[in-house]
């Protein structure tokens, strides 16, 4: 069965409400979602994280199936956070420096388009960005990036069991941390 409650295990916020105003989303994938969500969960400025599947084709994912590699999903964590405390260039950096975006369908020994690095926006400025720091990463790690960058397509929060899990199983699965490949933040031109 898939989510059926409604708030943060850590920090008691609406995972699946109405997105507060002036607030922004996004979808990320990183290979598991386990690790992933408790990387972004700390950030400063994110609102709210939670664990789900997107990008596939089946009309109602759960992980079993996922998992079988037949529904063309991934497992993503949909991130609400605050523009004015991190920047979507802040979370890119996050996000390309926690996993390796040039391993296609798999992270480390997870093996499976739902292990497959992903970025999934909400907007054109996103898009745009999403785009200019794989190509700076791609410099970066001196190999192909393979981080899948779209429209976000429909997000299907995953079981209640899958929400923050690592604050629930402190000693469970991660395979998420930094990779030793960093890369600095372009500086804008104020306009």
Known sequence: MLATIDKHHVNGNSMFGDIPDGMQQVQFGMGCFWGAERILWKLDGVYV??????????????????????TGHAEMVHVVYDPKVITFEELLKVFFE?????????????????????????????????????????????????TEIR????????????????????QGYCAHGPTGVTCPIPERASA
């Open 49 to 70: 994280t939670s664990v789900g599947y997107s990008g596939g084709t089946h009309p109602s994912p759960d992980y079993r199936l996922v998992c079988s590699g037949s």
């Open 98 to 146: 926690n996993h390796d975006p040039t391993q296609g369908n798999r992270q480390g020994n997870d093996r499976g388009t739902q292990y497959r690095s992903a970025i999934f926006t909400y907007s054109d400025a996103q898009m745009a960005a999403a785009k200019e720091a794989s190509k700076r990463y791609e410099e970066a790690y001196g190999r192909t990036v393979t």
């Open 151 to 170: 429209d976000a397509p429909e997000y299907y929060p995953a079981e209640d069991s899958h929400q923050q899990y690592l604050a629930k199983n402190p």
